[in-house]
């Protein structure tokens, strides 16, 4: 069955870097996201994607957050200057149309030191 | 700002025992989705509803939707070991963005 790909599985920063997260959606999707993950608290929102521009964001995602589908297969999350409060687990997600099921990735561990 | 409360957040159980784990909502969603979530894993989609009143099984899991489309259940028979892990809800806005509630980590002991 095919699945949404994310890498690094575990990316480790110094506070002010830039970081970069992979996703690769399912290949016929349309509709991709980016949620994150807090240990211990709620899976959020962070941004949707749709015909090669944002269609929602949420407060979290400020101006260090940016995101990218440079090519027709990568789906990137970009934080430019990364924070300790950034430290969370990022899932990527993708699904065929606008309400049909939603596919996770298993998520990149990012650790801001 | 749409929230959705799960309940409980943490449920302890013998093998065998059944239960009942509650998503709330003051909002309307156009859909409520139901996740499983293993350590180390992204969520795995389990069932939407969509229709207020709706009922729908996959085997021992039982999933409900509210008459209003505000709220959820999610019932487990006769529960077994496998069935541990954490289980959330999310519900859909017109936008198809998904709003979380804080998930239940089930245990259920052999």
């Known amino acids: 069955e095919p699945e949404v790909t994310q890498t690094p599985s575990h990316q480790v920063t110094q506070m002010g870097q830039e970081v970069i997260l992979r996703c690769v959606p399912i290949?016929?999707?349309?509709?991709f996201y980016w949620y994150r993950q807090i240990l211990g608290q709620k899976v959020e929102f962070l941004v949707s994607?749709?015909?090669?521009?944002?269609?929602?964001k949420s407060e979290i995602f400020d101006d260090q957050f940016s995101v990218e589908r440079p090519d027709g297969s990568n789906f990137t999350l970009k934080i430019r200057s990364t924070k300790l409060e950034d430290s969370a687990m990022y899932f990527c997600?993708?699904?065929?149309?606008?309400?049909?099921?939603?596919?996770f990735g298993n998520g990149t561990r990012l650790t801001v030191t | 700002t749409q929230l959705l409360e799960q309940s409980p957040q943490f449920l302890s159980i013998q093998e065998g025992e059944n239960l009942t784990v509650y998503c709330n909502s003051s909002?309307?969603?156009?859909?409520l989705q139901w996740y499983r979530q293993e350590p180390g894993e992204g969520p795995v989609l389990l069932v939407t509803?969509?229709?207020?009143?709706e009922v729908k099984k996959l085997k021992r899991l039982t999933f409900q939707f509210g008459d209003a489309r505000k709220d959820s259940s999610l019932h487990i028979t006769a529960a077994q070991p496998g069935d541990t892990g954490l289980y959330l809800c999310?519900?859909?806005?017109?936008?198809?963005?998904?709003?979380f509630g804080q998930g239940t980590t089930l245990q259920v002991k052999p």
């Open positions: 999310a519900g859909a806005s017109n936008t198809g963005k998904l709003i």
């Open positions: 994607f749709y015909n090669n521009e944002i269609s929602e």
């Open positions: 997600a993708s699904r065929l149309r606008g309400h049909s099921p939603l596919h």
């Open positions: 509803v969509v229709t207020g009143g």
């Open positions: 909002s309307v969603f156009s859909s």
């Open positions: 290949s016929n999707h349309l509709y």
